[in-house]
């Protein structure tokens, strides 16, 4: 094959591969609640990074341990500023309604 065809296919084929790259979920990440963040800062939390996963939001299916401890976690620190004075993030949202809705009567 030519140089120019070469070089041609070649810059195709990173264009492909640069545009899938961009094709991946939009759905947020989901994982577990970072405790470990703050915890040298015990007067104020920090931000979390991923959406609550199906183990704290699967119901009967969730992780009891999982769920406990975020439960721990949320009655000591909920009304706590965050360590950098920003106001909670969408994902901080997501925590602090999860733990609203586990305590609701």
Same mark, same amino acid.
């Given at each position: 094959?030519?140089?120019?065809?070469?070089?041609?296919?070649?810059?195709?084929?990173?264009?492909?591969?640069?545009?899938?790259?961009?094709?991946?979920?939009?759905?947020?990440?989901?994982?577990?609640?970072?405790?470990?963040?703050?915890?040298? *800062?015990?007067?104020?939390?920090?931000?979390?990074?991923?959406?609550?996963?199906?183990?704290?939001?699967?119901?009967?299916?969730? *992780?009891?341990?999982?769920?406990?401890?975020?439960?721990?976690?949320?009655?000591?620190?909920?009304?706590?500023?965050?360590?950098?004075?920003?106001?909670?993030?969408?994902?901080?949202?997501?925590?602090?309604?999860?733990?609203?809705?586990?305590?609701?009567?």
């Amino acid at each position: 094959m030519p140089l120019p065809a070469r070089t041609h296919w070649t810059a195709l084929l990173v264009l492909c591969a640069l545009a899938l790259t961009g094709c991946g979920s939009s759905a947020g990440r989901t994982g577990a609640l970072d405790t470990a963040s703050d915890s040298k *800062k015990p007067t104020c939390r920090a931000h979390q990074s991923l959406l609550p996963s199906r183990d704290y939001t699967a119901g009967s299916n969730a *992780k009891t341990l999982a769920v406990l401890g975020m439960m721990k976690y949320y009655t000591a620190k909920r009304t706590l500023r965050f360590c950098d004075g920003k106001p909670a993030t969408t994902q901080d949202t997501a925590w602090t309604q999860l733990y609203t809705d586990l305590t609701k009567p």
